[in-house]
Nanobody, 125 residues
Framework: QVQLVESGGGLVQVGGSLRLSCTAA????????MGWIRQAPGKERAVVAA????????YYADSVKGRFTISRDNAKNTVYLQMISLKPEDTAVYYC??????????????????WGQGTQVTVSS
């Protein structure tokens, strides 16, 4: 069992920035692919970014590429999502999630084994 806790969500204006953080309990964090998955009302969950256990490989959804950056600090058991140039369509609940299978950096939402509680990001015009 892995416990994940997100923070950093909130209300931001269009074009603004936010940084989400996710801290994992335990030391097995270093063996997991970590992802940020968002769900907006009326939409399916989507992986917006993922990072391999070592941090050497990343994935970004086309909708966020160039605007979002995922990173991890394994010494702190923490993964981050830096978001810039935010758009209203980025409004969603953002979940931090861990995937025990690390063969591919991208896997769908159903492949993630552990999930945080989610943090709301609202982008307002």
């Amino acid at each position: 069992q892995v416990q994940l806790v997100e923070s950093g969500g909130g209300l931001v204006q269009v074009g603004g920035s936010l940084r989400l953080s996710c801290t994992a309990a335990g030391r097995t964090f270093t063996s997991y692919t970590m992802g940020w998955i968002r769900q907006a009302p009326g939409k399916e969950r989507a992986v917006v970014a993922a990072i391999s256990p070592s941090g050497g490989s990343t994935y970004y959804a086309d909708s966020v590429k160039g605007r979002f950056t995922i990173s991890r600090d394994n010494a702190k058991n923490t993964v981050y999502l830096q978001m810039i140039s935010l758009k209203p369509e980025d409004t969603a609940v953002y979940y931090c999630a861990a995937d025990r299978n690390s063969g591919s950096v991208y896997r769908g939402p159903g492949s993630y084994d552990y999930w945080g509680q989610g943090t709301q990001v609202t982008v307002s015009s």
